[in-house]
């Protein structure tokens, strides 16, 4: 393990020395700004804004990073031929892709309790109380990007970063919208589509099983259920696309 | 290994590397077009020493270098590591250097040292490496981003990077390319440095003189095959292009017109001969004739001119 460590590390540090890493801060910045302007103009609603506002954010930062950050970090160690020094030594494919999925993982933790942590302070500052319900969705966000980040290292894998990055947006927004899905072909009677809705119910991630935002703001309560739902479904998927990935990875060469 | 068993291994010739019908064939998916990148290549290499590839550009060097450390996987034949070990644990022994190398620009040198080692299971102190680095003069540079090292700085970190796991055979990829002649001249001594203690090297150069001056033995690769293999001095030795024979103390030369290039310069006579058979017959003749032998030189084709008869032929 100390082998996936190393490039965990590696990786974790290449992406904090990263531009773009830099670039969404300055971006978090002054999203974190501009909540100014949104908090004052809904008077008697403070409380719920700014806990969805932050709830919010927090999930489009790891899903950027995920996008920006995460689908380069395999394509680039073969484009800058850094990967030669890599594989030459006693590394296994697997060893590479868990590094770089745990690195990129490094990252987006860290990222994540950066903002939380933040959103705290916002929280007092502007509420006076810290509504510490909030961690929920903490819990949830880390097994929600623990899979998008699996879902992002597998498509690059076989695709350029662009097309992966377009692609993880993809599967995170139908997956989010998945059990709405066969619902779809219900109301449009349109029946040719089941085939391909079914498709995508099965063979997508159904990212709504970490959806508790709503619960989270209106403190509504979150079954313990959908708590080990998220775990394992997160777990499993994850483990599945890393396996795939590897073999992937085991048929490359490096000319 | 156990001292025993070194005893029992000395004096036995342990092949490092043996390639036996090795074919690599580089096919698009989506395009009928295949290249040849190697077409049934032959080589062994045997532990401790200095093998120089050579070859013309898309000859196959990289090609066959990037096969044995697993880059590249074989379309036919068998590469054979250490006897036969696995493919992990022939890594484990084995350290690489690409062609212009790359490393990870935003580390400094002895954190890609320090990352390098962790990849091995090592957890070397600073100090151990800060050593490795003075070795091949980059101590200074140590805490400087890679983003900002040369190209010969990356050469040196580069082959410091392939000693890092302490292995038993290096795979330099042109490791001379590109440096300037000091540079060239410090990679080399540091080549024959490992090699001294006891590391098998592999290495492709195009650079004939560099393989001439480091190398025990050189193969040389065309079209994906080997052409010729053997030891430097007897793929020159028997190649003896012409001798020249430097004497003085005679007056009447012209009998020697008939053997080769006669100049005379003072009381000094220059002969060139390409007959080499008639040597010795010449060098009595001119001693009973009064002259006084000065020197016998064999003048023998360079390894450059012997590859690129090789290439011709």
């Not at chain 1, 969404?24 to 700014?50: C, D, E, M, R, Y």
């Amino acid at each position: 393990m100390s082998r996936v460590f190393a490039i965990a590390s590696n990786t974790f540090r290449e992406s904090i020395r990263d531009k773009i890493l830099l670039s969404l801060a300055v971006l978090g910045f002054l999203l974190i700004a501009a909540s100014k302007v949104f908090v004052p103009i809904s008077i008697g609603q403070q409380a719920k804004v700014i806990k969805d506002f932050g709830v919010g954010l927090i999930e489009i930062f790891s899903l950027l990073i995920v996008v920006l950050i995460g689908t380069r970090i395999l394509y680039q160690e073969i484009e800058r031929k850094t990967i030669y020094s890599i594989i030459s030594k006693p590394v296994t494919e697997l060893d590479f892709v868990l590094g770089k999925f745990l690195g990129l993982y490094y990252l987006i933790i860290v990222i994540q309790l950066i903002l939380f942590s933040i959103f705290i302070l916002f929280m007092k500052f502007y509420l006076g109380t810290i509504d510490w319900f909030l961690l929920n969705a903490l819990y949830f966000y880390l097994f929600e990007f623990l899979l998008l980040d699996a879902v992002a290292v597998f498509l690059s894998c076989f695709t350029t970063p662009i097309t992966a990055g377009i692609l993880t947006l993809l599967v995170f927004f139908v997956g989010q919208l998945s059990h709405y899905l066969k619902d779809l072909v219900v109301v449009t009677g349109v029946s040719e589509l089941s085939v391909l809705v079914n498709f995508l119910y099965f063979a997508l991630p159904n990212f709504s099983v970490f959806n508790v935002k709503a619960n989270v703001v209106y403190h509504l309560p979150i079954s313990v259920n959908s708590y080990f739902l998220a775990f394992s479904y997160s777990i499993l998927y994850t483990l599945i696309l890393l396996i795939i990935s590897s073999l992937l990875y085991s048929l490359k060469e490096y000319q | 290994m156990s001292n025993l068993w070194q005893e029992d291994c000395r004096g036995l010739e342990m092949k490092v590397i043996e390639i036996k019908n090795l074919v690599k064939i580089y096919a698009s998916p989506f395009m009928r077009k295949k290249s040849i990148g190697l077409n049934g290549l032959n080589m062994e290499v045997e532990e401790g020493e200095i093998f120089g590839l050579l070859g013309p550009n898309g000859a196959g060097k990289t090609t066959a270098l990037k096969i044995i450390t697993h880059l590249l996987k074989p379309s036919g034949g068998s590469v054979t590591l250490f006897g036969g070990v696995g493919s992990l644990e022939a890594r484990k022994r084995m350290g690489f250097l690409p062609e212009n190398p790359t490393f990870y620009r935003h580390l400094t040198g002895m954190e890609l040292l320090q990352f390098y080692s962790r990849l091995y299971g090592k957890n070397p102190t600073r100090k151990e490496l800060e050593e490795k680095l003075k070795v091949v003069g980059l101590k200074d540079s140590q805490d400087r981003r890679i983003s900002g090292y040369s190209k010969g700085m990356l050469q040196r970190i580069g082959l410091i990077q392939t000693l890092i796991g302490d292995p038993d055979l290096l795979v330099l990829d042109e490791p001379l390319s590109g440096l300037d002649p000091v540079g060239r001249r410090e990679m080399k001594d540091l080549i024959r440095k490992v090699n001294m203690e006891g590391k098998t090297v592999l290495f492709s150069s195009h650079i004939l003189s560099d393989v001439e001056a480091i190398c025990n033995r050189v193969g040389i690769i065309v079209d994906g095959k080997m052409k010729k293999v053997g030891h430097i001095g007897e793929i020159l030795k028997s190649e003896i292009r012409y001798i020249d024979i430097e004497f003085e103390g005679m007056e009447e030369i012209d009998w020697l017109n008939e053997y080769g290039d006669l100049k005379k310069e003072g009381k000094v006579i220059y002969l060139r001969t390409k007959d080499t058979e008639k040597k010795d017959k010449v060098l009595k003749e001119i001693s009973r004739r009064g002259g006084r032998i000065i020197s016998v030189v064999p003048q023998r084709q360079s390894l450059e001119e012997h590859f690129i008869r090789t290439l011709n032929e």
